[in-house]
């Protein structure tokens, strides 16, 4: 492992994303280094690193605009490769830089039938809900057919999402998970926290607009 | 075996069985008398060739948690005619350096893939990989630990450094110039991050070669080509001369006057060699091998920008270091690599292979980004356009 994504590790490691940032300047390796830590065997430093791609989106555009056409790439690579947290990191770089993304939602919902990519382009869409509220909207009917998923990570993650976007027709399908018990661990924060999806759910309810 | 019957009627391949040669078709069919999946290839593959058209594609990603890369994802897109492949995923296993393996290991490797794969094998990839076809998205963790504990790794893929993979050099050839196997070994455990994690522009392939034969076609497959060379004299036994001439060589015929610089001569007596000339064609070395060694002050040279044919069309590698020592830790090979992979990695565009980001920036801007001189060995012949002024010209004014 290099020095410098060694470095890097430790920062996200602390939860501390302001050295990552001031590296950055000194060093653009950083990004390659971001970019390899979303597919790192620890979990929460996948998540982190997804975090600090948004925070250098927002600081730094220039140095994130490139990497917009590698990650949608990577959702697609037909040469062996898996961007298991692609979905994830494009979520946030658009939340934070909006101007780097433009039409990117739509192409998200393509995934949702993706194993893999599911329940991460879900969070993603919750994540991009803020900067893209009339985008987000027109997918919510996508969004909510996966509260049906067999898998509760997805459930979950379809819950966040409506619930980030806020619109009231997905109140049916989020009132569907209310007896809902599995437990379904999502990225917030900064850490990974598991809840029941009944509890997801309802946390989305609560952030629903009237119909 | 000989009486399994097949579940697809294969006409068209049954023809490839025919003959002396070896026949995949034969090894396909014997696979299929234990794996299904193997029979569902061959119903394809048959209608494969009546119809003229692959029916693979790519339909999703897969792979093993905590690596980008290593799993190929691939669909039928006959799955319900033939439902045996409809997931028909390939994985790449890191070979062994020099593809040395016991026949232990080799039964460890097949025994893992029969318990969770279909049991056919490419061996080896032309990454050179040792390449497992055909499992589902259900079987990929578990077989993936069943390497793991036995030791084994997942290859590259995507947009990583891919498996760096090299001639077997001094394990059995007494051409080359440096222990190939070492610093493929070693390079592949220096990067494991870029090889299991994807982080850059698009794939990066090392091929390593022991001498200027170049037996794994470094300079053509490979986007750093690092070919073993000398500095020095080509070592010339004179007495084993006259031992070629008395088993009947001729050694004007067939040696000085094959030479494609002029740079030999042959008196009937005397081997003298021009060795600034010697353009490591290895011809003379080739064919009198027991009269002449490469010299001693050995290393490597190194090409960059090799790739075959995807977006751009296909390009042999250019010489960037016309020499470079090759021996453990590797410190200067490694600071090179580092150099290619900060400026490709940080200006490449999207799916451009470093030959392509050369060709786009321009040989000398690249040479100037990467720390490294211009030699005039890199200049084909002399510019044919007058009207192009250098930089030096205008500072001049």
């Given at each position: 492992m290099s020095t410098l994504r060694r470095s890097v590790r430790g920062h996200l490691e602390s939860g501390d994303y302001a050295p990552v940032l001031s590296l950055v300047v000194a060093d653009r390796g950083v990004v390659r280094a971001l970019v390899s830590l979303l597919c790192d065997p620890d979990e929460l430093l996948r998540w982190r690193a997804v975090s600090a791609l948004g925070q250098l989106a927002g600081a730094h555009p220039d140095l994130a605009q490139p990497l917009v056409a590698r990650l949608y790439w990577s959702l697609n690579d037909e040469s062996g490769g898996i961007g298991w947290m692609s979905a994830p990191a494009l979520g946030e770089i658009g939340r934070f830089a909006p101007q780097l993304l433009s039409k990117c939602v739509r192409p998200l919902v393509r995934y949702l039938d993706e194993p893999f990519l599911l329940a991460g382009s879900l969070w993603a869409i919750g994540r991009l809900a803020p900067a893209y509220p009339a985008e987000t909207r027109e997918v919510v009917p996508e969004v909510a057919l996966c509260c049906a998923s067999a898998d509760p990570a997805v459930r979950a993650s379809a819950a966040f999402a409506l619930g980030a976007v806020g619109d009231g027709r997905a109140r049916i399908a989020l009132t569907g998970l209310a007896d809902d018990q599995s437990p379904a661990r999502l990225y917030e924060e900064g850490q990974l926290v598991t809840k029941q999806v009944r509890e997801w759910a309802g946390e989305a309810l609560s952030r629903l607009r009237a119909a | 075996?000989?009486?399994?019957?097949?579940?697809?009627?294969?006409?068209?391949?049954?023809?490839?069985?025919?003959?002396?040669?070896?026949?995949?078709?034969?090894?396909?069919?014997?696979?299929?008398?234990?794996?299904?999946?193997?029979?569902?290839?061959?119903?394809?593959?048959?209608?494969?060739?009546?119809?003229?058209?692959?029916?693979?594609?790519?339909?999703?990603?897969?792979?093993?948690?905590?690596?980008?890369?290593?799993?190929?994802?691939?669909?039928?897109?006959?799955?319900?005619?033939?439902?045996?492949?409809?997931?028909?995923?390939?994985?790449?296993?890191?070979?062994?350096?020099?593809?040395?393996?016991?026949?232990?290991?080799?039964?460890?490797?097949?025994?893992?893939?029969?318990k969770h794969g279909s049991g056919l094998l490419n061996v080896h990839g032309s990454t050179g990989d040792f390449v497992l076809l055909g499992t589902t998205s259900e079987k990929l963790e578990d077989c993936f630990t069943d390497y793991s504990n036995a030791g084994w790794d997942l290859g590259g893929s995507s947009s990583d450094m891919r498996t760096p993979s090299c001639c077997n050099g001094m394990a059995r050839c007494e051409f080359a110039c440096f222990d190939t196997m070492a610093l493929c070994h070693d390079l592949t455990m220096t990067y494991q991050d870029e090889?299991?994690?994807?982080?850059?522009?698009?794939?990066?392939?090392?091929?390593?070669?022991?001498?200027?034969?170049?037996?794994?076609?470094?300079?053509?497959?490979?986007?750093?080509?690092?070919?073993?060379?000398?500095?020095?004299?080509?070592?010339?036994?004179?007495?084993?001369?006259?031992?070629?001439?008395?088993?009947?060589?001729?050694?004007?015929?067939?040696?000085?006057?094959?030479?494609?610089?002029?740079?030999?001569?042959?008196?009937?007596?005397?081997?003298?060699?021009?060795?600034?000339?010697?353009?490591?064609?290895?011809?003379?070395?080739?064919?009198?091998?027991?009269?002449?060694?490469?010299?001693?002050?050995?290393?490597?040279?190194?090409?960059?920008?090799?790739?075959?044919?995807?977006?751009?069309?296909?390009?042999?590698?250019?010489?960037?270091?016309p020499f470079m020592p090759m021996k453990a830790p590797f410190s200067e090979i490694k600071e090179f690599i580092q150099k290619l992979w900060d400026v490709w990695g940080e200006n490449g565009n999207n799916r451009e292979r470093i030959g392509e980001f050369m060709l786009r920036v321009g040989v000398g801007n690249f040479m100037e980004s990467i720390g490294e001189a211009p030699n005039p060995n890199m200049v084909m012949h002399p510019r044919e356009n007058p009207y192009i002024f250098y930089e030096e010209y205008f500072e001049e004014e």
């Open positions: - | 075996m000989a009486d399994h019957v097949h579940k697809y009627k294969t006409p068209m391949l049954d023809e490839l069985e025919k003959g002396p040669w070896p026949s995949f078709v034969k090894e396909i069919k014997r696979a299929a008398a234990k794996r299904p999946m193997a029979e569902g290839l061959l119903g394809q593959l048959e209608r494969s060739y009546k119809d003229k058209q692959t029916y693979w594609k790519h339909g999703g990603l897969v792979g093993i948690q905590g690596y980008g890369a290593g799993i190929i994802g691939r669909y039928s897109a006959l799955g319900t005619e033939f439902p045996e492949v409809a997931a028909f995923h390939t994985v790449r296993i890191n070979q062994p350096a020099g593809w040395f393996y016991t026949s232990k290991a080799l039964r460890t490797l097949c025994d893992i893939w029969d090889l299991h994690r994807p982080a850059f522009p698009y794939k990066f392939k090392i091929k390593i070669a022991g001498c200027p034969n170049d037996c794994v076609a470094s300079i053509a497959r490979s986007d750093l080509s690092i070919m073993g060379t000398w500095k020095d004299e080509i070592r010339i036994d004179q007495a084993e001369c006259q031992a070629y001439i008395k088993a009947g060589m001729d050694i004007v015929a067939e040696i000085t006057g094959m030479c494609p610089t002029a740079c030999m001569t042959w008196d009937g007596k005397t081997m003298k060699i021009n060795n600034h000339e010697c353009n490591r064609c290895m011809h003379c070395i080739n064919f009198m091998p027991k009269a002449l060694r490469h010299g001693k002050e050995t290393g490597a040279t190194i090409l960059v920008g090799g790739k075959a044919p995807i977006l751009e069309g296909a390009q042999l590698a250019s010489v960037v270091v």
